[in-house]
């Protein structure tokens, strides 16, 4: 059958039916031979050899019953849009190459995969389609797990899921019958931003700054409904306070961004009753004593409690303050202070202008204080009146999640007539979407709300029609990968103690406020109630950047034209002009998208050089965390590397197969060159280790790899055919690379293996009867002296060689001992003292000691300056700058 494509989709995947690459992936597949009969490379050789290994590259499956170290390895999980694009190939391509190192040294490795499939995209594709949403979706997901197959991620399958499911958003809806039941989940009449053309509402940071829907573009109006709102703000210090956790690594400028966003919890909000009614209202103070003082509050003349929209003056209403006990009434007024992002004001007896403004409204401003009570004891007494009193920002809202379309999980509540709000039973759960509607809004479907309310039985009740905000669905979706096929809860809080936090967190900066805001959240929530052990979620992220596609825009209008129209005049300058016209032509590097005319089909590049070439190619060159131009100006670097690995295999096997009646030679020269191939392989080994394990900079892993290759290649013959060190050198490059290209590694590591003469046979560093991802990572061998370097206020100013044995087991404490033995050391550092020192390990590559000093006195550098030693320092700093002394201890 054929399957609708989405119209207007991107260029990814476009132009090609699904039944084209059904077609293309069967021949893709299909299993063929390989061997080293020819030296050069080709494209069809290594599509041969991805077709031969897709199925026997390891097992990708997480083993619960192992008892090897854990290694949590998450990419971001997508919306099922139908077609991979180049950023998908990034993100998934960096995460694989991490799990197969990991797993390569020895940890059981959870990398799992599914699909964040709620939202208004499918909604309204479906609608345009008349076809229903979740068929829509499970297409989009056939389609696009058949795609990521083709790149031969190698993710845990088994523990695959979609939001969508019933069996998913049952848990959904568990969780927040959760935060229901413990005050966390409410209702209350707000004012919204409401898109016209999706109909729904979107929060405040889903609006432009031009006040336009961050999707639709429509101009967003305002609107007064009946929301549902979870209570984030009540974790705000810890989820601040936890920012500051040792255990975090890489969060670099999302921790700024998380702080930002939060905010200086440098006050608390207590929730007063309006007297005579149920509901609460939020007030801000910075200082809990304040309430004890408080004279009234004011509202400005825009909050939704001036309903009757007067400018100034004293509104019907008053405020319940158990901490005075006196009520507090509530005026409207533009004439005070309000606190940042906040538009309640506490007016205070101490503060005149509060004590002139209640004087002018003839409010009461005789306020006595009897007892002088600690900011501690009205917290408390506020926590005793239920009142909250928790830390928080004055500018931090509370996370809206109500959404007025069909495809989201719906709210497991239902309204009586008689008994009000009432939360389903778990035993009713999942509340399923009607899946039979196209395009119908769950409010005007009056067959699937109309129910019985689980508490009094009545017919006459109805449900929530609002569907929560994706968000939410992805807020939790990693714990629910640790146990997916759980009936009975979330996740089995056992193995969410053993596999969490996650180790390695992968995705895009764009979701480094709202994702990581309520992903964090809801880990902490869930802290507080005992069943997971770690409050933050994920301890260490590699946020990669974008992959940019070049664009060109003709200089006057501004139109995007494509590649094909338009001639580089001048490369380096940027120049270009359109050819049929002649008229100038702006080139930019810029996101990859339909209407730039700059995307990139990640199956065209897979059909010509093959999936592994397309992963060294996406890795190398850039940073994970830098942006990408993707050009094919790029590609022969890595080409040429794979040729010239693939030439030294068969060189390599050449010369073995001739040398079977030869005796090995025993000369100087032939051991000082197979010694060489020892301190090549030790030395990028320790280099390629520290890029894949410490830095993650991928691309710096690849040059040293590359720098491998370079030693093999320089090679004599004799060390060939018979050195030890150089079979140990074309092991460790092959393992090395696996993880990055899984397919290539395999064939060379079977080529490598199936050689005459083994050298070092029995050695349990090679295990000549396994695959390549059945061997250990390489190591650096013990007696290989690696860098301990010492930094004086951030100048490096001296290296020690550490044999790998000592450097292991090195402490900050002899590590300092070994500084103050260095003459350069002392020489820095002169007559200043010594404020601190910092010691990081990074065992098998290398160490560093870092030295922070005092300011020189006055009177250190006079005496400096008068031996004259001030102006030699100086030039021999410069001196030092340009070279660097190593001392072998």
Request: proline share 6%.
């Amino acid at each position: 059958m054929r399957l609708l494509k989405l119209a207007g989709s991107g260029p990814v995947f476009a132009r090609y039916s699904f039944e084209n690459r059904s077609t293309w992936l069967r021949k893709f597949c299909s299993a063929t031979s390989v061997n080293l009969s020819d030296r050069d490379l080709t494209s069809a050789m290594k599509l041969d050899m991805e077709r031969k290994w897709r199925s026997n590259l390891g097992d990708a499956r997480f083993d619960p019953a192992s008892e090897a170290p854990k290694r949590y390895v998450l990419a971001m999980f997508p919306y099922p849009s139908g077609n991979l694009h180049m950023g998908h190939v990034r993100v998934y391509t960096i995460s694989d190459a991490m799990a197969r190192f990991y797993r390569l040294n020895g940890a059981n490795v959870l990398h799992p995969m599914g699909w964040d499939a709620f939202g208004l995209p499918a909604e309204n594709a479906a609608i345009q389609r008349q076809i229903p949403a979740d068929r829509w979706t499970k297409q989009n997901i056939g389609q696009m797990r058949e795609q990521l197959e083709m790149l031969q991620f190698s993710f845990d399958w088994g523990r695959e899921f979609a939001t969508c499911d019933p069996e998913y958003y049952r848990w959904t809806q568990k969780l927040f019958l959760m935060l229901f039941e413990d005050g966390l989940a409410y209702q209350k009449e707000a004012m919204v931003n409401w898109d016209p053309v999706d109909e729904t509402v979107l929060a405040d940071e889903q609006v432009d700054d031009n006040g336009c829907s961050w999707r639709s573009g429509a101009k967003v109006e305002k609107k007064v409904l009946r929301q549902w709102f979870i209570k984030t703000t009540r974790f705000a210090k810890s989820l601040l306070d936890g920012l500051s956790d040792p255990t975090l690594e890489d969060w670099k400028d999302i921790i700024k961004l998380q702080k930002h966003w939060i905010g200086d919890c440098d006050g608390y909000t207590f929730e007063l009753k309006v007297v005579g009614e149920e509901r609460r209202i939020p007030i801000w103070s910075q200082d809990p004593k304040h309430l004890k003082e408080a004279l009234f509050v004011a509202i400005s003349p825009e909050n939704l409690l001036n309903s009757s929209k007067i400018p100034e003056g004293k509104l019907p209403l008053t405020l319940e303050n158990p901490i005075s006990g006196r009520p507090l009434p509530v005026i409207v007024t533009e004439n005070v202070k309000f606190p940042d992002g906040n538009d309640f004001y506490l007016g205070r007896s101490f503060v005149e202008e509060d004590r002139q403004l209640a004087e002018t409204l003839q409010l009461p401003t005789n306020v006595s204080t009897p007892e002088d009570s600690s900011n501690e004891d009205i917290l408390q007494q506020a926590k005793t009146h239920n009142l909250g009193a928790y830390p928080v920002s004055s500018k931090l809202r509370d996370w809206l999640i109500s959404r007025q379309r069909f495809w989201g999980t719906p709210i497991p509540i239902v309204h009586c007539p008689s008994c009000g709000t009432v939360p389903v039973p778990d035993s009713q759960l999942p509340i399923e979407l009607p899946l039979d509607s196209v395009g119908i809004p769950l409010a005007q479907n009056a067959q699937w709300l109309a129910t019985t309310c689980p508490k009094c039985q009545s017919p006459h009740a109805k449900r929530e029609s609002d569907t929560m905000d994706t968000f939410v669905d992805s807020s939790w979706y990693f714990l629910r990968f640790l146990d997916p096929n759980n009936k009975q809860d979330l996740f089995s809080p056992k193995l969410a103690h053993r596999l969490m936090p996650v180790d390695l967190y992968v995705g895009g900066k764009e979701h480094a406020v709202l994702h990581m805001y309520y992903a964090r959240f809801m880990n902490h929530y869930l802290h507080s109630k005992g069943v997971i052990s770690s409050s933050e979620p994920f301890k260490r992220l590699l946020v990669q950047g974008m992959v940019m596609g070049r664009s060109f825009r003709l200089k006057g209008s501004g139109k995007y034209i494509p590649a094909a129209e338009v001639e580089l005049v001048d490369e380096k300058r940027n120049k270009a002009v359109e050819r049929a016209t002649g008229a100038p032509v702006v080139a930019l590097w810029e996101k990859m998208s339909k209407s730039k005319l700059n995307g990139v089909d990640p199956l065209d590049v897979l059909k010509e050089h093959g999936c592994d070439t397309l992963r060294l190619i996406m890795l190398a060159d850039v940073a994970p965390t830098s942006h990408r131009n993707w050009s094919d100006a790029t590609f022969p670097g890595i080409l040429n590397w794979q040729k010239r690995i693939w030439m030294t295999m068969h060189d390599y096997h050449k010369l073995r197969s001739e040398s079977s009646l030869s005796p090995p030679p025993d000369s100087p020269e032939f051991r000082a060159a197979d010694l060489k191939l020892w301190d090549a392989r030790n030395y990028f080994t320790a280099g390629a280790t520290f890029n894949y394990r410490h830095s993650h900079q991928l691309s710096v892993g690849i040059s040293k790899m590359q720098g491998l290759t370079n030693a093999i290649r320089r090679a004599p013959p004799e060390v060939v055919t018979y050195g030890a060190h150089y079979e140990r050198a074309i092991a460790a490059q092959i393992v090395m690379l696996a993880p990055m290209a899984p397919h290539f590694a395999s064939e060379l590591w079977q080529q490598f293996v199936a050689l005459p003469g083994r050298i070092n046979v029995d050695s349990e560093e090679i295990r000549w009867d396994r695959g390549v991802f059945e061997q250990r990572w390489p190591v650096v061998d013990e007696e290989y002296g690696l860098d301990l370097t010492f930094k004086v206020n951030g100048f490096e100013c001296c290296v020690l060689k550490i044999p790998t044995k000592e450097l292991n087991q090195l402490t900050h404490e002899r590590s300092r001992e070994l500084a103050f033995k260095q003459d350069d050391v002392l020489g820095y550092i002169g007559l200043r003292k010594v404020r601190a020192t910092d010691f990081v390990l990074y065992p098998g590559c290398d160490a560093i000691l870092s030295i922070t000093l005092e300011q020189l006195s006055k009177e250190d550098k006079r005496q400096l300056e008068g031996e004259g030693k001030l102006l030699a320092s100086k030039k021999d700093k410069k001196k030092k700058k340009k070279q660097k002394q190593s001392v072998q201890q």
